[in-house]
């Protein structure tokens, strides 16, 4: 299935430098099981971005939508 993910993260320090907000959407072509692992991964690990993300050292406050998309 087509799924829509918007990362939404605010206070984050990338390479040393603040920034308020930043906001990443894409859409990727999933399985449900995919989903519910990916869910499951960013609700139990309290470091889900920083081991994902070269330079990102520290997030404040973030979500994860992920919004499956009807096909045409």
Do not use: C, Y
């Amino acid at each position: 299935m087509k799924v829509k993910f918007t990362l939404t993260m605010d206070d984050v320090t990338v390479e040393g430098r603040a920034i308020d907000s930043i906001v990443l959407d894409w859409v990727s072509e999933v399985d449900s099981s995919e989903v519910l692992t990916i869910s499951h991964q960013w609700m139990t690990s309290q470091n889900f971005l920083t081991q994902r993300m070269s330079g990102l050292s520290r997030v404040g406050e973030s979500s994860l939508t992920i919004e499956p998309l009807e096909e045409l």
